[in-house]
């Protein structure tokens, strides 16, 4: 019985004590939390911000919270590793772990950031002890300009910029002025800059002690970036990988331009200026600069027109080995030349232009004659304005056009070098399309290629060539068969006898033709696909032994051909001259009647068997025999002269002219073919005039049947 009462007290005992126990839980037994964190040196003292799991403590980047004393609140009953007390490391990250009264635990994650120094508006530094006292401040980032110098003459030099070396950002303009007499930038590190400029277009620098233009640390420029000066010789910003303004460069002692990550500009790239001399009369000169070479290894992007101006014979080379868009590209350079690489280009929102210096005298022509290849173009899809490819005497091959799928014109001058060597230039994928009102074209001159492909319809695309043919080569084989206007000048009078004389494959012109050809007095001209020319017709040949427009039925304007002193001129389907109001006269066509209607100045026999109307001047010269059986009617005038050696001419058909002019004809002498016009009242006494032929007859001669001399 003792035995039962001992076990019944131990029972009662451990029930006691459970109870005792559970009174003593805490009530925050499950919670493992850190709310509150603050560090506090020499004084001063800095709150973290606690989001989530993370304990952010911010402070200036001067501030150095190695052996702060810490304050951290967290959950009372839980334990805390590292104790917060014992830390002295506070620059760095670490974890604290809260394990809870109930054993869960919970880890949070210590992290610093050194926050910048700001200061609001300009900071102006005229003098050395300003850039000196500034330093003091401890600012990083200038939320304004930095303006350092003084344009005011006899002021305190600024020679040491290494004070300034906690500056990392500046949201406005960096500008050195006058007073600057530092050999370099040293001491600068900023990383952003709003701008930077050293001298104006319109202002150079005098920083004549500024050799060195660097800033190492620099990554962006979100404004412009201007440097006029003639005294810095290397321009070096080794990591900068953006400017979302203009860059502006001018300078005459530039050895060495260094922009090796350069991938991105948002304005302008202008190098125009440099070698350039203006003067104030509008005059410029060339000036030899030392630099002999460019080279922009990252540079992917020009959102602006890319402009360089480098015509002196020291510069050598441009490398641009990743260019792949800009605004436009405008190069100039100079005779010496050698190495132009743009191999990934792909599009310009403008024009697209490539030229050496040129110059021309009365005794001879220069230009160009070292760069032998453009590495590039390969990839070019699309110029939206002018392609221009020029003033390259010793080009051997030319690019390859075959992926240009859009441009507004194509602008081929004095690649002579291009001449015997096969070479095509290929547009067989490119649509013309109008760029800033400019109509599309095609225009080649002093460049003798073998052949042109485009697609077959240019209607809107005018054509001009220039083309000396040399040896074994004429125009270059053409497969277009329409085109707006259409311009050649040829001279063939270098041809060898068994050169080639390719016939002009065009049919369709919408709009005005000029032709004037040089020629050997061998040669014929085979314009024979010539259908129909909506526009003004003007041909001019000297010395050709024929001109084959065989097949040409209308022109719409003016037609005038001058000039044929060969004996075959076959215009055997025109039907109609100047029938639809077309009278876009141009300069430089002879006299004024001669753009009225048709007009042929020819040594030939004329016929033109299938002519019924003129709707203008009907005017002939210099021929040696003349027909037009089926003319019915000239709304002007007909104008016949000097053909000394013509005894008859034909016009059975005619019925309406109000005027005719028939001089210095010494053979003529019956005008029986113009019997109808008279008698039918279509010219009346005072619109006959007959001179200079061997019977001059007056319109009252006419009138009553004296058509001829009595017999």
């Known amino acids: 019985m003792k035995k039962v009462w001992s076990l019944i007290l131990v029972t009662f005992s451990l029930l006691i004590a459970g109870c005792s126990d559970d009174d003593k839980m805490p009530a925050d037994a499950d919670d493992n939390f850190i709310t509150a964190l603050t560090l506090t040196k020499e004084g001063k003292s800095y709150d973290a911000v606690i ?18 004393t810490a304050s951290m609140v967290y959950t009372p009953s839980a334990k805390i590793l590292p104790n917060p007390q014992t830390v002295t490391d506070w620059e760095n990250e670490m974890i604290f772990r809260v394990t809870s009264f109930n054993g869960k635990e919970n880890e949070y994650t210590y992290k610093v950031i050194k926050s910048e120094i700001e200061s609001d508006g300009d900071v102006v530094l005229k003098s050395q002890a300003d850039v000196d006292a500034f330093a003091e401040t401890k600012v990083s980032v200038i939320k304004g300009n930095l303006i350092i110098g003084d344009n005011a003459e006899n002021t305190a030099s600024i020679n040491n910029l290494e004070a300034l070396s906690g500056i990392k950002e500046i949201t406005g303009s960096l500008q050195i002025l006058n007073n600057y007499k530092g050999e370099a930038l040293d001491g600068l590190n900023i990383t952003k800059v709003g701008g930077i400029q050293l001298g104006t277009k319109e202002a150079p620098s005098p920083c004549a002690d500024t050799y060195r233009f660097r800033l190492e640390q620099l990554q962006e420029i979100t404004g412009n970036l201007e440097l006029n000066n003639n005294a810095v010789q290397f321009i070096e910003f080794d990591n900068l990988t953006k400017v979302e303004g203009d860059i502006y460069i001018k300078d005459d002692a530039l050895t060495t331009l260094y922009f090796p990550k350069l991938a991105d500009v948002g304005g302008d790239l202008d190098l125009s200026d440099n070698s350039v001399v203006r003067h104030e009369n509008g005059t410029s000169d060339i000036k030899d600069t030392p630099i002999a070479q460019l080279e922009f290894p990252a540079l992917e992007n020009v959102s602006g027109k890319f402009s360089i101006n480098m015509p002196s014979d020291n510069f050598q080379s441009l490398r641009l080995p990743k260019l792949q868009t800009a605004g436009e590209i405008d190069f100039l350079v100079g005779w010496q030349f050698k190495t132009l690489e743009i191999p990934e280009i792909s599009e310009v929102n403008g024009n697209l232009l490539l030229s050496g210096r040129y110059e021309s005298t009365a005794y001879a022509k220069y230009l ?9 173009l390969n990839s070019l899809k699309q110029v939206k304005g002018t392609l221009n490819i020029s003033n390259f005497g010793a080009m051997s091959e030319l690019p390859n056009l075959s992926s240009l799928s859009l441009v507004g014109g194509v602008f081929i001058e004095n690649l002579w070098g291009l001449q015997g060597k096969g070479v095509v230039c290929d547009l067989s994928n490119a649509s013309f399309q109008s760029f800033n009102d400019v109509t599309p074209f095609i225009h080649t001159g002093g460049t003798a290629f073998d052949k042109l492909k485009t697609i077959d319809d240019l209607s809107n695309v005018n054509i001009e060539m220039a083309i000396i043919c040399y040896a074994d080569r004429c125009i270059p084989e053409i497969n277009l068969k329409k085109a707006s206007d259409f311009t050649c000048k040829f001279d063939f009078s270098n041809l060898a006898a068994n050169g080639k004389n390719l016939p002009i494959t065009l049919e369709e012109i919408l709009g005005d033709v000029d032709i004037m050809v040089q020629s050997s007095p061998n040669k014929s001209i085979d314009l024979s696909n010539i259908r129909s020319v909506e526009g ?31 004996k075959g001129l076959k215009l055997d389907k025109l039907q109609s001259v100047n029938m639809s109001g077309i009278n876009k006269s141009r300069a430089g066509f002879g006299a004024e009647e001669r753009r009225k209607g048709l007009f042929i100045q020819s040594l030939s026999e004329i016929s033109l068997p299938d002519l019924e109307s003129v709707g203008g001047l009907c005017g002939f010269l210099n021929y040696t025999g003349l027909s037009c059986p089926k003319l019915k009617s000239v709304s002007e005038k007909l104008f016949i002269s000097t053909a000394p050696n013509c005894p008859q001419v034909s016009f059975p058909a005619l019925n309406s002219v109000p005027n005719i002019k028939i001089e210095n004809n010494g053979k003529l002498s019956d005008f029986s073919t113009f019997a109808t016009v008279i008698e039918n009242g279509s ?3 005072g619109n006959w005039e007959v001179t200079g032929c061997k019977y001059n007859p007056t319109w009252q001669d006419m009138k009553e049947g004296r058509c001829k001399p009595a017999e």
């Open 683 to 685: 010219v009346t006494d």
């Open 51 to 68: 989001e989530g799991n993370d304990i952010v403590m911010t402070v200036p980047y001067t501030v150095d919270l190695n052996g702060a």
């Open 536 to 566: 003004n017709f003007f041909f001019n040949s000297t010395l050709a032994k024929s001109v084959d427009f065989s097949s040409l039925e209308k022109v719409g304007g003016y037609f005038c051909l001058q000039s044929l002193n060969g």
């Open 368 to 376: 160009n004659q070292t760069l032998e290849r453009i590495v590039g």
